[in-house]
């Protein structure tokens, strides 16, 4: 007996096949959502990561150009970037000793670096900091040590024998004020106050990163464990 088969069910639904690539889209686009989510942290911390790495790149620049600008002006601080940007007498021409771009901070909202004045709080924890860093001892000043002496003498010495890092610190962020213009300043340090991937002579704070002629201790970074680091002389991975 010849059974008869029902043309209709053998015809495919297509709302049932449009259903089921809707589902299969769906759940590549979730994988796809959830890769995104797991890459993303990495991303971020690479950005960051180059940006500290051009902001301490810009600051030892600052930090040479003011050292070039007190020795030229024989132990005369500058008191706006524009000082720097504007270079050096050189004959009937000037000699530039900063470029324009060392000039902006990559890590501050509006770009402008912070101007550091040689009795600030900031720069006399820094001091410690790098004195620390650097096992116990206090680089010596640039050349001519004369014009720089002064400044470390008169500000710092005092303060680096009786106060604590803690102290110093906790000074240093209750005074914390932004300047940048019309300050003679000794070195420049970044208003963000962020938690930084580069540890700088140890120190994991954009805003206590100080970049001056003064205090130049072996070594510039170091590495973080949480990931970066940058060329430098003598650079040493933390533990």
């Avoid at 001091?127 to 008169?154: H, K, M, W």
């Amino acid at each position: 007996m010849k059974t008869e088969t029902n043309p209709k069910s053998q015809i495919p639904n297509p709302k049932s096949e449009c259903g089921m690539s809707l589902v299969v889209v769906m759940a590549v686009l979730m994988l796809f959502a959830i890769a995104l989510l797991a890459v993303a942290p990495t991303v971020q911390q690479g950005v960051q990561r180059e940006k500290e790495i051009e902001a301490i790149r810009r600051g030892e620049e600052i930090a040479d150009a003011i050292r070039q600008y007190v020795v030229f002006y024989q132990g005369k601080l500058p008191t706006s970037m524009d000082d720097l940007l504007e270079g050096l007498p050189q004959g009937t021409k000037k000699r530039q000793i900063l470029r324009p771009s060392a000039a902006i901070d990559p890590l501050s909202s509006d770009g402008k670096w912070r101007l550091i004045e040689p009795t600030a709080k900031a720069f006399q924890s820094f001091g410690r900091r790098v004195q620390t860093y650097n096992n116990g001892a206090l680089p010596s000043s640039p050349e001519p040590r004369n014009l720089f002496d002064n400044y470390v003498t008169i500000a710092l010495v005092n303060i680096l024998d009786t106060q604590t890092q803690p102290e110093l610190e906790e000074a240093a962020e209750e005074e914390i004020e932004i300047k940048t213009d019309k300050t003679s300043f000794i070195g420049v340090a970044s208003q963000s106050r962020s938690r930084a991937i580069i540890a700088y002579y140890g120190i994991e704070n954009h805003s206590k990163w100080i970049f001056t002629p003064l205090f130049r201790g072996m070594g510039v970074s170091s590495i973080n464990p949480r990931g970066g680091g940058i060329p430098s002389p003598s650079p040493t991975p933390r533990r």
